[in-house]
């Protein structure tokens, strides 16, 4: 079974940076594609980024393109999202998910979820 823990979250002023981190449990990491979500309250979850298991190949929301870049370490098992240019706007639980097979946007369509990290873009 594939767990996957976050870090890194936490309060920025906008305009500032953060660079969250997932570690996942085991060492067939390099098989799945990884990708980042995120819930503010009251809304409902969305797509952050995607990255394939090559490493390759890499997919963004509009809303966050050209601010955060995607990338991992298969040899640390771990995945991350370098978040520059902050807004508040971007505030929300952030979570990295992994699946097994192509990269998508959906979120139901991945099977193991880490529990998730806070961060807060302040004004």
């Known amino acids: 079974q594939v767990q996957l823990a976050e870090s890194g979250g936490g309060l920025v002023q906008a305009g500032g940076s953060l660079r969250l981190s997932c570690v996942a449990s085991?060492?067939?990491?390099?098989?799945?594609?990884m990708a980042w979500f995120r819930q503010a309250p009251g809304k409902e979850r969305e797509f952050v980024s995607v990255?394939?298991?090559?490493?390759?190949?890499?997919y963004y929301a509009d809303s966050v393109k050209d601010r955060f870049t995607i990338s991992r370490d298969n040899a640390k098992n771990t995945l991350y999202l370098q978040m520059n240019n902050l807004k508040p706007e971007d505030t929300a639980v952030y979570y990295c998910?992994?699946?097994?097979?192509?990269?998508?946007?959906?979120?139901?369509?991945?099977?193991?979820w880490g529990q998730g990290t806070q961060v807060t873009v302040s004004a």
């Open positions: 998910a992994a699946r097994l097979g192509a990269s998508v946007v959906g979120p139901y369509s991945y099977e193991y």
């Open positions: 990255i394939s298991f090559v490493g390759g190949g890499t």
């Open positions: 085991e060492s067939t990491f390099s098989r799945y594609t």
